[in-house]
């Protein structure tokens, strides 16, 4: 393949990272040099132990990092062929991508409805085309449906998770961000938010970009995986392949 | 009783003007978290610019309708040259903005119109209205009624339209609020130019009371212990605790004052606070975090 060629962003890329650095404070360095691609429609996972930098590269993609009062120092972020470093994370919103944040963040003292609804009002919808997407959302989680009226603080973890997907899910995203969706969760319902993301994803062609140290489920739902370690890619490939490694599973357990 | 009956409403009326104060606070806390030491010169700001209007001749629904207008502009006007740039910074950095900005509305209050005392006549009489034995001043009635107004239209505003839901979802959460698209700068803007309106609504009452002057910016300070009795979250709190604090001054005046030689009115809602301060810090309405472990 000729120089050229390469340089233009294939037809099908999303998301594409490029050598990113990632600076706290102007003093801490979180992420080093993370490049990783999200295909139109693809399911990505980006493994790693706590403090590898996974949901730093996240909120750096997302914009979010400036309100943490880090920045990108380094490398490039794509989205759909465009540069979006520097972009802050709400208008990315009304670019089609959007963050799920570590630890749900539903908005507790709204009911849950009124958090599906926050998602919504970005592209200012008229009232019955916002009633249409909120079923869509419901027909995804039904269980949000019958807590409706609940203060969203109140339900439970795994609602808590399913809203915060619902919400993200109301922007119309082309990119859904998720950042550790197992985390405090039972095995069951990991494992049904996990089904409902890659039936998402295989039937709406929703993106989505998983952080997750749970390497077992994440791999059986995603295509492709990245694994991070101190703020670097230290391993990729396809999930099967990934999930087959030996070396990737022992780090997993502990071993280092 | 009936001088116990009298004295209690006196004071609850009195009450809902603290209340119209304490609620400009309210809005701009929730929204932003910052505590607005400003709100008192955005009050007189209102009340001065809107006592100018008149002085000059201009009908009164007319120089009300300016008055928003100007208040609407000053909070574009802050939020641009002072909480944009500020973003992220610590609480106490955005307190002492908002301590500078207050010295800054003042002095081009006092500036652009003058530092006399201007008199406000809303056309509301306060002449005494007996409802059996008990007498209750007309223009206290007619300010708990503006008050009741306004907390209804708010409640509207926060709980039936989507920019209510929005500033609802940022006073909860920055930052998913950002991760879905909520514009901060544009929630900003708008719950200053609304805490501003608030302000002028009060500025209005208290400047007809008192006298539109610098003295007016002053009233804030009994807006501290309506909002540590109420919590400082809770719009419903800053009510609650304006009727206490307004009940409690008049009836300690009337029944405590005699033993200890009266004055007691300037200083009782402090000590109130203080008393709250000890047995509920967060106030009668302040939100505890919901949290699920």
């Known amino acids: 393949m000729s120089n050229a060629i390469q340089a233009r962003p294939a037809a099908s890329e999303l998301l594409a990272v490029e050598g990113i650095e990632v600076i706290y404070d102007g003093a801490i360095l979180a992420v080093a040099d993370v490049s990783l691609r999200v295909e139109q429609g693809g399911i990505v996972a980006l493994l790693g132990a706590n403090g590898a930098g996974k949901s730093t590269t996240l909120k750096a993609i997302s914009g979010l990092v400036g309100a943490d009062r880090a920045q990108v120092s380094r490398g490039r972020i794509r989205l759909g062929g465009e540069d979006i470093v520097g972009v802050a994370a709400n208008q990315l919103a009304g670019r089609g991508l959007v963050h799920v944040l570590e630890g749900r963040h539903v908005f507790s003292h709204l009911s849950v409805e009124e958090n599906l609804l926050s998602g919504g009002f970005l592209r200012r919808p008229r009232r019955g085309e916002l009633e249409q997407d909120l079923e869509r959302v419901y027909a995804w989680f039904p269980r949000l449906k019958t807590k409706r009226r609940t203060q969203a603080g109140l339900t439970s973890g795994g609602e808590q998770q399913m809203l915060a997907i619902g919400r993200a899910l109301m922007t119309r995203p082309r990119l859904v961000l998720l950042d550790e969706p197992s985390m405090g969760l039972a095995p069951i319902i990991v494992e049904e938010i996990f089904e409902i993301v890659a039936q998402l994803n295989a039937r709406e062609g929703v993106g989505f970009l998983i952080a997750e140290q749970n390497i077992n489920v994440a791999l059986r739902h995603v295509h492709y995986g990245y694994v991070l370690e101190n703020g670097r890619v230290a391993g990729e490939g396809p999930a099967a392949e990934l999930a087959a490694r030996e070396d990737i599973r022992h780090f997993y357990l502990g071993g280092g | ?293």
């Open chain 2, 1 to 293: 009783m009936n001088v116990f009956l009298e004295t209690l409403i006196g004071g609850l009326l009195a009450g809902t003007m603290y209340s119209l104060v304490a609620i400009g606070f309210v809005l701009i806390y929730k929204a932003s978290g910052v505590f607005n030491f400003a709100q008192g010169a955005m009050l007189l700001f209102a009340a001065l610019t809107f006592v100018s209007l008149r002085e000059q001749g201009v009908p009164t629904v007319l120089a009300l309708l300016l008055t928003v207008l100007v208040m609407i502009v000053g909070a574009l006007l802050i939020e641009r040259t002072v909480l944009r740039p500020l973003v992220n910074r610590s609480q106490i950095t955005l307190f002492m903005a908002t301590l500078g900005l207050s010295f800054i509305i003042e002095g081009l209050a006092q500036g652009l119109m003058g530092a006399q005392v201007r008199a406000l006549d809303l056309g509301i009489e306060d002449v005494p209205l007996f409802f059996g034995e008990i007498m209750v001043s007309q223009f206290d009635l007619v300010a708990a009624g503006t008050a009741v107004a306004l907390v209804i239209l708010l409640a509207l505003l926060f709980n039936k339209t989507r920019i209510g839901i929005s500033l609802r979802a940022v006073a909860d959460d920055t930052r998913a609020a950002l991760s879905i698209g909520i514009n901060l700068n544009r929630i900003w803007q708008i719950v200053w130019a609304v805490a501003g309106i608030v302000g002028l609504v009060a500025g209005l009452l208290w400047g007809a009371r008192q006298g539109v002057q610098f003295s007016l910016s002053l009233v804030v300070l009994k807006a501290l212990p309506v909002l540590i009795i109420g919590g400082f979250t809770s719009i419903g709190g800053a009510i609650v605790g304006g009727l206490i604090v307004g009940a409690a001054e008049n009836l300690a005046e009337a029944y405590l004052g005699p033993l200890i030689g009266g004055g007691i009115t300037p200083w009782f809602a402090y000590f109130l606070a203080l008393v709250f301060l000890y047995i509920r810090p967060a106030g009668l309405f302040g939100e505890r975090t919901i949290e699920r472990v």
